[in-house]
């Protein structure tokens, strides 16, 4: 008995410690700069990929949808790749080919967007600059000052690629490791020519109704940067000192050949004429 208590205090303590946000999709923000241009650099590798996959209106038209972030200390940025084969630019932001972001930076989790804390955010496909928001005047105009955005189209769909610097937004988004904003992201799709989008799909909602309500976005967690450390060089020995040379022997002179006697050559004429006996001398006259 008093081991199945513990193990029920056990369970209940983890239930408590379990985050408000458990029942919305947790995404991580590794940590990166990016250059916004639509193209994927190699920083983008290091940033988990996430499904856009929820049908939330419309019928499935075979679109598929991906998703990453990064951070740093200036800007929350994203990278969407979208394979959508038959592109359809008609109708206004919501109901041709585009997407939508949706902000709650300081993750409030409000149930409107009644607040300067909460935006929406739109964007077509072919023109990034035809957008559309909602959210106070005051939001609106303070989002539309902090992002940079490309829309990149080809044969089999579309990237989207954007940087927000929600420090600028609303200065209280502390930029740093292990900040928590809301955010989700909608892909709409336009299969045909009549009125309305066909399509559209979310990360976080299901429902369609993050357009009304904040408190259905996922959340979004900054990681830590990732330090690479790579083995020390090793340090260098050093080589003993040369032994220093041993002193010269002092040079023996060398026994100095004996010179070889010499005569004088007269005086060895006379001997030799002496002992034969024919030794004759002339006095020159």
Not at 150 to 156: E, L, N, Q, R
Not at 174 to 184: C, E, P, Q, R, W
Request: aromatic letters at 12%.
């Amino acid at each position: 008995m008093r081991k199945l208590t513990v193990l029920l205090a056990v369970a209940l303590i983890a239930l408590l410690a379990v985050p408000a946000f458990a029942d919305v999709p947790v995404a991580k923000a590794a940590y990166g700069t990016p250059v916004i241009d639509g193209v994927m650099d190699d920083v983008w590798q290091t940033a988990e990929e996430y499904k856009i996959d929820k049908l939330k209106d419309g019928d499935d038209g075979g679109v598929t949808a991906v998703w990453r972030g990064l951070w740093d200390e200036n800007a929350f940025y994203v990278y969407i790749e979208v394979k959508d084969t038959d592109h359809n630019f008609n109708g206004n932001v919501s109901w041709g080919d585009g997407a939508e972001l949706y902000f709650d930076p300081l993750d409030t989790d409000v149930n409107d967007f009644s607040t300067d804390e909460v935006v929406y955010f739109g964007f077509k496909a072919d023109d990034v600059t035809n957008t559309s928001f909602t959210g106070t005047d005051t939001g609106i105009e303070a989002f539309k000052n902090c992002y940079e955005l490309v829309s990149i189209i080809t044969d089999t769909g579309f990237i989207y690629e954007a940087s927000f610097a929600l420090n600028k937004f609303n200065g209280a988004v502390n930029m740093k490791a292990g900040t928590v904003i809301g955010f989700d992201i909608q892909i709409n799709n336009k299969a045909d020519d009549g009125d309305g989008r066909t399509g559209a799909y979310g990360w976080s909602d299901e429902d369609n109704t993050a357009w009304q309500d904040p408190s259905v976005f996922g959340k979004v967690s900054f990681e830590e940067a990732v330090i690479i450390e790579t083995e020390p060089a090793a340090e260098a020995v050093e080589a003993p000192a040369a032994a220093e040379p041993a002193p010269a022997a002092e040079a023996v002179p060398a026994a100095a050949a004996p010179s070889p006697q010499t005569f004088d050559i007269f005086a060895l004429t006379i001997a030799a004429a002496a002992l034969s006996g024919a030794v004759i001398i002339k006095k020159k006259k």
